[in-house]
Each structure stands twice: as C-alpha cells, then as structure tokens.
C-alpha cells in the first residue's frame, strides 16, 4: 500500500520561473553550499551561514550525537537541538530503550546504533537557488525498513526541506519526533508548529491528505530533561503503512518578521512535491519517488534529477 505524507509549511500555487533539476553540488567554500559530515553531520548553511541546518550521520554510540537527529542553528541560537553530550552518554547507559529520543520511529523504535550503520551520502544537486543531498539510512533500521532515503532541500532564502522516502516489506507503524524550544506553539488552524523569539523564528507545518496524517501533539517524554528548555513534539500517519514519503518543511527567519506562507499538497505517479508561496511568490519543489524514472513530472513541470525546483522570479518593470 503506498500513501503519500506531506509535512509541509504553507503551500499553494505555481507559475513561471527558473528550474535546474540535477547540477552538480556547488564546492564547499562557497556561501550557501553543503559541507559533508563537519563533526559528523551534513549541514547546509543558508546563503549567509547564520542558519545551518545539520542531520547528524554517524550512528555509532561513541558519536558525540544522537544518529539521525537533526539540529537547526539560527542566528547564534539553537532552534532545533540534537541529543548530545553528558546527557546523551547517561540516556544511553540507562534507558536506551525509551525511544523519545530519536527523531524516526520505525515500529516504536529507533535506529540500532553501530558505526557500520552510519549514513552514506548517495545523491547530490543544485541550481542557481537551491541545494541538495541524499542519504541512505536503511542499514539503521535493516529488519523493519528495506530502503530509507533522507534528502535534503534548501531553497533560497528561508526553506529546508526533509524528504523521507521509507519502504518496508510489511506495513509498519511511523512516528517523527522534534524537540523544538518550550515557547514553541501549536497553531490551532494550520496544525503547525511557530516560534517566534526576539532575533530568531521558525514555522513546521504537517498537512496532509484526508485521515493519512495526525496532527502535531505534545508528548512528555524523558527527552524533557536531557534536552532542558524542550518540549517532544510528535507526529504519524493514523495507520501502518509499507510505503511513506514525508516532505518536512522548515521556514527559518529572523524574530519579528512577519512572513506570509501558504501551501498546496502535490503528487504523480513519479514524484511528490509542493508549490509554496512566500510574500506571494511561487516555488515548486519536487522529489523523484521511482529512481528507475529516467524524467518525473508534477503538475506538468519536469525534471530529470531526483529533485527539481522552480522558483519564481518577477521580471523587473522596465520604465
């Protein structure tokens, strides 16, 4: 059975732009582009390296962080924390098994943590707006999980995007789990999650198709106190599945702005995607689902890689 989730933040409608769809990564030393496993994790800097957005690889039990945990770092404050330090070492001493911790469930549980089931980079792309890299997590979760492709997008200025693509030979149950600051929100309309501090903010939406996806709900949970000033937030499909694909959006910008998002869901046979509006302007943003397709196609626009965006771009008004 395959079913199609989308944790997308505010996403609505597309029309013309520019596209690449599967350039090569930019070097490293430029502003913007994605540095490989800097203290065990990919991170991917926006344009001016005040946000960095890392997915932390190694998954033996000496890393200094927790296996497949994200962190998000903006403007001098962790928005996003990743388990880690003096904390971590006593969680895994003495209730390894309390699975909070983790940002994946797979059955309840999360990734068996051994070096031999690190992550390894196995796609990489961009375009004159955007960046992106993939990574095979499936040794992690062997048992449960045949195939677990982690991507991630970061579209010019204000988007990262985490696509999960998830296949099991049997239907499985599958939770995500954040632990973002405890002055994070649930927005009672939009079903999203809000921060919004003195210099540093976030939006984290999770729509869906009908009944496919729960909303966003407070857990208490051990991960409480190792990640003091947290809150666990939690969310899953409302039924086994043997087949997720998962778009997490996360908007990051600076306190006190006010931004204008909105959404639409999107998918064909070949691809899953969104079309996101910012302060009016449209992006699509699409990920390859069959890597055997040689060119995906969403709502009409096409694209050869495994990701392709298209962004917007108003002609300037000539005088």
Known sequence: MKTTLFLVLFVLCFVNGRSAADEGAKPAELPGAITQFRNDAVVLPDLTNAVQFRLYANASPDSPRLFNTIEIEAYGEVLLPS??????????????????????????????????????????????????????????????????????????????????????????????????????????????????????????????????????????????????????????????????????????????????????????NNAVGARIHREGLPTLVAFKTDPAAGKASLTGFPFNGPVGVYVFKPKPIKP
């Open 83 to 268: 388990p880690g330090g003096d904390a971590l070492k006593r969680w895994l001493a003495t209730s390894p098994t309390n699975a909070s911790l983790h940002n994946i469930l797979v059955n309840g549980a999360g990734p068996q943590l051994a070096l031999t089931n690190s992550m390894m980079v196995i796609e990489q792309a961009s375009g004159p707006d955007w960046r992106y890299i993939a990574l095979d997590a499936s040794s992690a979760y062997r048992g449960r999980l045949e195939q677990f492709k982690r991507g991630i997008l970061f579209v010019e200025p204000d988007l990262f995007v985490l696509y999960d693509h998830l296949i099991a030979k049997d239907p499985v149950s599958f939770q995500m789990l954040l632990h973002p600051p405890a002055a994070t929100r649930l927005d009672s309309t939009w079903r999203d999650l809000r921060l919004d501090l003195p210099n540093e903010a976030f939006q984290i939406c999770a729509p869906a198709g009908q009944h496919a996806l729960r909303s966003w709900e407070r857990l208490e949970s051990v991960a409480d106190s190792i990640l003091p000033g947290t809150v666990t937030m939690q969310l899953g499909p409302t039924n086994k599945l043997a087949q997720v694909d998962l778009l997490t959006v996360f908007a990051v910008y600076r306190g006190g702005e006010k931004k204008n998002y909105a959404f639409k869901l999107l998918e064909s």
